[in-house]
């Protein structure tokens, strides 16, 4: 019950932002803290609850986010409607790339490195076939109304990337308290122990894989509505699957609040670099990786150990 | 239908690309072996040694394979330090920590690049840049075929080290058995320092020979870190033979793949060919069958 | 309960199983002795799943379940514990057990309820909000056999329960799985610990290098030349009958 006030306080608190907070920069970033805390928990989903590392996680953005924009671009439909066409899609990828890999019993770094080839694998065809767009990209048309949801304003964003929140929130929440995620921790800790209980533990991995995957190509579709356009490095480039690792990591693997806390602490440090660097590229993500190696080496347990020691 | 001299002289393009990615994957292979971790740094760390020897020519007008033993020596010392100092220390007994730490290191590295040399890419000429060997009728640019013989050496050398000197024996026995050789008075921490050293001295090698025929910018890494993982893969993890093997059959994937689907389309080989390892032969081609196993 | 016809086995050039054919009622305790690497652990994995036999057929209630995979066969009333105990270590007693009631259960309430009649089934219950990973070795024994017996089984494996526990603790386990009988689970168990077999089982199988070589009560077994021969040689054999 006081994970579900805590989300609740929160979902209020981040609500009732626009009302108090008008600067574009602000929202901005409180926007980009909920859309990386998005991915961290699509991630934390599947590594954090169910002991599955992937690093290709980007696979499943890159296909919500380019689903989305193939259906506006090509067959002409509302952003509304392609949003879960798109979750769908993510979500089929996941079960595909699942379906192979758990059916292999592939644990551990291979699991990890297959989803890796997987999203390089779709980077390349991104590249190369025409309804992506080939190396160019696709490009949203502009229509800025809440009906093509392309918001005139911040706020709009910042509520539509809130309720994506919400749901992976909710989602971790009933992780915690379901049959499903009773499975889905047994599966986590010990593959065999859980079979002998009656775990269909290949079905729960891909049942887990699949939310996972869906989160992220909801991630994937809020990115197209946001920036207005993709291509196959933005979409299936490592860069996303860091990004949704990055956060629950630092903030606490397999907790409900880990990613939130990781986004937050992670985007703070990169606005802090970019500050104290200036305009000199690439001089704020030197900052950027020298702080993340700094606190791993100062604080092994991330910051969500550092807040429960203090908090002891 | 492919004329088969142009088949043939891709065939062997592909073995000399595959012999540079074989040193980069050897670097790595033997990271993975004795460390047990997955140096995600490691095309960042190629990326400085390639600007290292740019520089060395640009500055100081050595000769790319003169800079041989300044490279070799230098990355040494710079994985040593890396591993003693830094990603040991950040260790905390958690793999996700040594993910996080060489993650770390690669984007500081590819961003200091970018910060001090900017994005542009550059590459140096020699007298022989432009030069060609005739091999059983295929031409075959000269920096090229040197790439091949010296990545072939290099690896021989470092097989010789492992298998044959006191130093071989004492990485192997901390690769094997960590806490074994820990009683029997080996400092561990040292052989883990001196393998990730010699890893990246692999790195060094392998700069020397590649930029005579390639290039450098800040992202230069990034495509060989993914190649060296799936060539690390295929040649079964922590094998040298294997990775030899395998770096040169990415080589040769790739360049066929190139030829058969262009330039873009063709690297979807390599990928297809990792994931199908991964899938049905994940100890890797050359690695010992796991036997029958329980099904979990 | 439980048939099984011509198992047979083979790791390599090893023949871990050789035409292993036996039946457990309904009902009892059946204890499965022999010397290290006599093929008890591969039958277990055979029968619980986990193993794909070369040839033979597992038959368990009247149905052929030959290479069923292990979920299915706890579905179907048929639960093991593993002779290296196996908990979820992150997990508490409390939670560990839950996995198992979940079988049976789609609510979390009950099957956490649940959790804690059978922990008190085996003596848990002071431990329920304890980490696994926090437990005594007997302690974690007792956990791998609550989870197991949660499933609610008709038949149950045990591997190895007794293995490393000291006299009192030993002393204390027994009536504990006297109980699971008593409530009507049949249990087949591997177990080292003769004195133990001796007290607890109705019902004594003997295999040595793959193969049954007898199968009695207790009292049969202790007097059986070949039993032991396969345990002691064959010098102690003939002292014995001499």
């Known amino acids: 019950m006081r994970e579900l006030a805590g989300i609740a306080a929160f979902a209020l608190a981040a609500a009732l932002l626009p009302a108090f907070v008008t600067s574009g920069f602000a929202l901005n970033l409180a926007i980009m803290v909920l859309y990386s805390t998005l991915l961290g928990q699509a991630w934390n989903l599947l590594a954090g609850f169910g002991g599955q590392y992937s690093f290709g996680h980007a696979l499943f953005f890159g296909t919500g986010a380019y689903a989305a924009a193939a259906l506006q671009v090509h067959l002409g439909w509302n952003a509304w409607l392609a949003l879960p066409a798109a979750v769908a899609c993510g979500a089929a990828s996941g079960v595909l790339v699942g379906a192979l890999s758990f059916r292999y019993g592939l644990r551990g770094s291979y699991f990890a490195l297959v989803t890796l080839a997987f999203a390089e694998v779709f980077r390349i065809l991104a590249n190369s076939v025409a309804f992506t767009g080939g190396g160019v990209g696709l490009l949203l048309p502009l229509e800025e109304s809440a009906a093509a949801m392309q918001f005139a304003g911040k706020p709009g964003f910042l509520y539509l990337i809130l309720a994506l929140v919400l749901a992976g929130f909710l989602l971790c929440w009933w992780l915690k308290r379901s049959r499903f995620g009773a499975w889905l921790a047994a599966v986590r800790d010990n593959e065999e122990s859980a079979a002998a209980l009656g775990v269909d533990v290949f079905r729960v991995k891909l049942a887990a894989i699949a939310m996972s995957a869906a989160l992220m190509a909801a991630g994937g579709v809020f990115y197209v509505q946001y920036f207005h356009y993709i291509d196959p490095h933005l979409a299936y480039g490592p860069a996303v699957s860091v990004e949704a690792l990055l956060g629950p990591i630092v903030g606490g693997l397999g907790t409900v609040f880990g990613p939130l806390l990781g986004a937050a602490v992670l985007q703070a440090l990169g606005e802090l670099t970019r500050n104290l660097a200036g305009d000199v590229p690439g001089a704020s993500l030197v900052a950027y990786g020298v702080a993340l190696v700094a606190m791993v080496m100062f604080l092994p347990r991330g910051v969500a150990g550092l807040l429960a020691r203090r908090g002891a | 239908m492919l004329d088969p001299q142009i088949v043939f002289a891709a065939l062997l393009n592909g073995l000399t690309q595959g012999a540079v990615y074989a040193l980069v994957a050897l670097g790595l292979t033997l990271i993975y072996g004795v460390l047990h971790i997955i140096n995600f740094a490691h095309g960042a760390l190629l990326m400085a040694a390639l600007y290292g020897v740019f520089f060395l020519n640009a500055r100081f007008g050595v000769d790319p394979y003169a800079a041989l033993p300044v490279m070799v020596p230098a990355m040494f010392a710079l994985g040593y330090g890396l591993q003693r100092f830094v990603i040991g220390r950040a260790r905390h007994g958690r793999d996700e920590n040594v993910l996080l730490v060489t993650l770390g290191l690669a984007i500081v590295l590819e961003n200091a690049a970018l910060a001090a040399f900017k994005s542009d890419t550059r590459t140096i000429e020699t007298a022989y840049t432009f030069s060609t060997v005739n091999v059983a009728g295929a031409m075959i640019a000269v920096p090229k075929a040197v790439a091949f013989l010296g990545a072939v050496a290099a690896a021989a050398l470092m097989l010789l080290l492992v298998s044959r000197t006191d130093l071989g024996r004492a990485i192997r026995a901390v690769a094997k058995e960590p806490q074994g050789a820990r009683l029997v008075g080996i400092d561990v921490e040292h052989v883990f320092a001196v393998s990730f050293g010699i890893g990246l001295a692999c790195l060094g090698a392998a700069a020397c020979f590649l930029l005579p025929a390639y290039y450098v910018n800040p992202q230069v890494g990034n495509g060989f870190v993914l190649i060296a993982i799936t060539i690390v893969v295929l040649g079964g993890m922590g094998s040298f033979a294997g990775a030899l093997a395998g770096g040169l059959i990415v080589g040769v994937i790739e360049s066929l793949g190139g030829l058969w689907l262009g330039e873009s389309l063709g690297q979807i080989g390599i990928f297809l060919a990792f994931i199908g390892i991964l899938l049905f032969r994940p100890q890797g081609l050359f690695g010992a069958s796991v036997g029958k196993s329980g099904r979990a | ?242």
Not at chain 3, 101 to 117: I, N, T, V, Y
Request: glycine share 10%; charged share 20%; aromatic share 2%.
């Open chain 3, 1 to 242: 309960m439980l048939e099984l016809r011509s198992l047979s086995v083979r790791f390599g050039g090893v023949q871990a199983l050789a035409d292993v054919s036996l039946s457990v009622a309904s009902g009892g305790i059946a204890a499965l002795i022999g010397p290290n690497g006599a093929g008890k652990s591969t039958l277990f994995g055979v029968v619980s799943g986990f193993l794909a036999p070369d040839s033979g057929t597992v038959r368990f209630l009247g149905e052929d379940v030959t290479g069923l995979a292990p979920h299915r066969l706890c579905r179907s009333g048929l639960a093991r514990t593993f002779q290296i105990v196996q908990p979820f270590a992150s997990q508490t007693v409390r939670e560990n057990i839950a996995v198992g009631a979940h079988l049976a259960r789609a609510s979390r309430r009950e099957a956490l309820a649940h959790a804690e009649s059978v922990a008190e089934r085996v003596g848990l219950a002071p431990q329920l909000d304890k980490l696994a990973a926090a437990l005594t070795v007997a302690g974690r024994k007792r956990l791998e056999l609550a989870r197991a017996l949660a499933t609610g089984p008709r038949l149950l494996l045990l591997d190895e329960v007794l293995a490393g526990l000291n006299p009192q603790e030993l002393a204390a386990m027994l009536p504990v799985v006297r109980g699971i009988r008593d409530a009507g689970v049949t249990v087949l168990m591997v177990e080292h610990v003769m004195q133990a077999v001796m007290n607890l089982a109705d019902r004594v199988l003997v295999l040595n290098e793959g193969r049954l070589i007898a199968d009695g009560t207790p009292a049969q077994i202790a007097e059986d030349g070949r039993v032991i021969e396969a345990y002691l040689g064959r010098r102690a054999a003939e002292a014995a009958h001499a």
